[in-house]
């Protein structure tokens, strides 16, 4: 089994319903643990609206939740002290350093959002 960071976009599209979201998810279900950063519950919560709520906390009821700890924070800074782009988001960069303290591989529709070289991505079609 292989751990797989589950991205914010990808979390998004599947509760939109969207049918390329809904198969990736499912194609991992049975060979990989999934998990999500706690960066990505804000992310989703900032947007959604009070009658997704139900559909929301069901879907992250069944993800293994990762919090930040001091090692992923400090990873984090390293990834935005280091990368020299304007474009480059802390929360990316918490949820990229989630992915490598787990060594996971971390689930995007937005490749470019992680240009970390030292963590595996699957760019997913959402």
Do not use: Q, W
């Not at 918490?94 to 970390?116: D, E, K, L, Q, S």
Request: aromatic letters at 6%; proline letters at 1%.
């Amino acid at each position: 089994m292989k751990n797989v960071l589950v991205d914010t976009d990808i979390l998004i599209n599947f509760l939109r319903g969207r049918e390329k979201a809904r198969a990736f998810l499912s194609s991992l279900i049975n060979e990989s643990v999934i998990y999500c950063s706690v960066i990505t519950i804000a992310e989703i919560f900032a947007g959604m609206k009070e009658h997704e709520r139900e559909k929301t906390t069901d879907l992250l009821d069944s993800l293994n939740i990762i919090d930040v700890t001091r090692e992923i924070a400090e990873k984090a800074g390293t990834y935005k002290n280091s990368i020299k782009s304007h474009e480059l988001e802390l929360d990316d960069c918490f949820i990229a350093a989630t992915a490598f303290a787990r060594n996971a591989v971390i689930a995007t529709g937005n490749g470019r959002h992680y240009p970390m070289n030292d963590i595996e991505k699957i760019i997913a079609a959402t």
